[in-house]
């Protein structure tokens, strides 16, 4: 007997979970990305994020960029099927200085795994990124990596995350020994240690050793001193710790906590199995039609990021679309929020990095990938049904602006191309002169090594030599009710005025002071840090 489309709903929800993982830069979280998809049988050997010889590339790291430098820059999406379970890992840049990208990323994600070096706790960027899965309500799962080399003590690493970030936690397992001497971890669910081999690289997986808990067998495998500190500590950890509490976890209040090193593969498929268990599925998502929960028939979805170029061979552009609720079927007609315009999708795709796979059907939960010819913009609402259109996602304060020049003239077609495309797509704001002398872009960004990117790619994807032009200002703001607030203040000193990619005004000024000068010269003049992605 065939599913209704309710019960259709319900059974693809119920086996979808969807994450996003955030760190500071280094704490392993591309190898953590790659050894996630080795252990749920994406990939077959995983790749260290610094290739040496002939050791694979990894998997999420797909710009040319990101493989000279040994980091990540830009988002990406990787979906593969476990234990009947079908998982989308919003993989997101480990580089603060593109912590905007990895904001929008986290407006699509249901679940957040925040990772933590053992050796250095909690981080500037994790703490930044934490603030926006609080404000999400996200439920966040803690894997403190790195155990295999010198580090923190696991009980102060606990006590940080709950002092600093206000989080009960709860250890689903914990470490046994630390460094040179770590062995494994004991699995507080199932009772038993989980004893490990290192190999080369980690590249497959480890070979492990399970022994339950009270066995005289484990003393083969630990000294008499670490046998001891391990079992007085489980005992302390069982007395003064937080009872396991799953609706505080789906609450964003309480977070399980992991111990292992990513690298040499040790308690990365148990969090894999726990996380699965404990996870949200897709979530209900606030609309102009009220709160819509997954299983609302009619298809939605909306654009949490565009990219430009992913497959150089064929300069396409791909959006990438969270699915929210009903059923994505291939050559819908949908309605388009922003435009009120009805739009044929005709090639939607699997993404798995910079591999694309066609696909018929999506389900809530699921992240598809679009061709985009100039139709979709950041934030965008795409439904059938009754009109609506999703929360927009912000764009944040840049604090670095220069001029972006094309010394050669006969390149003008190409640098308007290459300007456009990798605006829509969010690779770095793009604001304009209201002088109208003064034609050429200003780059708005959070970091330096955005601008880096920019030039990189608009020389390597578009052909086009560029030169930056640093213009003396640090901070942003939008003036919230638009050109005729600007207006009635009449002239101002010491700002800039310029407009973004909507048009909309927005003042650069050189520093706070300048900032806090304005507003008390002027207190009905509305401004803000932030900007909503799309103007209804």
Request: hydrophobic fraction near 40%.
């Amino acid at each position: 007997m065939s599913l209704t489309i309710e019960e259709e709903l319900l059974e693809a929800v119920s086996k979808r979970r969807n994450f996003a993982i955030i760190s500071h830069p280094d704490a392993g979280k591309t190898t953590l990305t790659e050894k996630l998809l080795l252990y749920g049988g994406a990939i077959h050997q995983a790749g260290a994020v610094k290739a040496r010889g002939e050791q694979r590339r990894v998997t999420s790291d797909w710009m040319e960029l990101e493989k000279q430098r040994g980091i990540s820059i830009t988002s990406t999406v990787l979906q593969f099927e476990y234990n009947g379970y079908h998982i989308n890992l919003l993989d997101t840049p480990g580089h603060q200085d593109f912590s905007e990208d990895t904001y929008r990323t986290l407006a699509a994600a249901d679940n957040a795994v925040m990772l933590i070096d053992a050796a250095k706790g909690l981080e500037p960027q994790t703490r930044k990124l934490f603030e926006v899965c609080k404000l999400r309500g996200l439920p966040i799962f803690t894997f403190i990596n790195k155990m295999d080399r010198p580090g923190r003590d696991a009980f102060d690493l606990l006590d940080e995350i709950e002092k600093e970030l206000g989080l009960k936690t709860y250890p689903v397992n914990y470490p046994v020994g630390i460094g040179d001497y770590f062995k494994g971890v004991f699995d507080r669910r199932q009772q038993d240690y989980h004893l490990f081999e290192k190999i080369a690289h980690g590249s497959k997986e480890v070979p492990e050793i399970i022994i339950p808990s009270g066995d005289e067998g484990l003393k083969k495998y630990l000294d008499a001193q670490l046998y001891e500190e391990t079992l007085e500590e489980l005992e302390m950890v069982q007395e003064v710790g937080a009872e396991f509490d799953l609706q505080a976890i789906h609450e964003g209040k309480m977070t399980p906590v992991f111990f292992g090193s990513a690298m040499t593969n040790f308690g990365v498929n148990l969090f894999l199995q726990s996380f699965l268990d404990f996870a949200l599925p897709p979530i209900p998502r606030k609309s102009t039609l009220g709160t819509l929960d997954p299983t609302y028939p009619d298809f939605t979805g909306f654009v949490f990021k565009l990219q430009a170029n992913m497959d150089p061979k064929h300069r396409d552009r791909v959006a990438f679309v969270r699915v929210c609720t009903g059923k994505f079927e291939k050559d819908m007609a949908v309605n388009h929020a922003r435009t009120g315009k009805v739009v044929r999708l005709s090639h939607p795709q699997k993404l798995f990095a910079q591999g694309r796979e066609s696909i018929e059907e999506a389900y809530p939960g699921d992240v598809i990938g679009l061709n985009n010819p100039g139709v979709f913009a950041i934030g965008d609402t795409i439904y059938l049904g009754k009109k609506l259109q999703y929360e927009g996602i912000p764009s944040f304060s840049p604090e670095l602006f220069s001029y972006l020049k094309n010394p050669n003239p006969s390149q003008f077609k190409q640098f308007q191309k290459g300007i456009q495309q990798l605006q829509e797509e969010g690779a770095v704001q793009i604001m304009y002169s209201t002088d109208e002398f003064i034609r050429d872009p200003i780059l708005a960004a959070v970091g330096q090594l955005q601008f880096e990117v920019v030039q990189f790619r608009m020389l390597s994807e578009y052909n086009v030599e560029t030169r930056l032009e640093p213009i003396p200002f640090s901070v942003a703001r939008w003036v919230v009710d638009g050109w005729e607030a600007l207006e009635k203040v009449g002239r101002i000193f010491n700002t800039m005025i310029v407009k973004d990619a909507l048009d909309r005004p927005v003042l650069l000024f050189r520093n706070d002071w300048n900032v806090n000068q304005l507003q008390g010269d002027h207190p009905d003049l509305k401004l803000s840090a932030i900007s909503n992605g799309v103007i209804t």
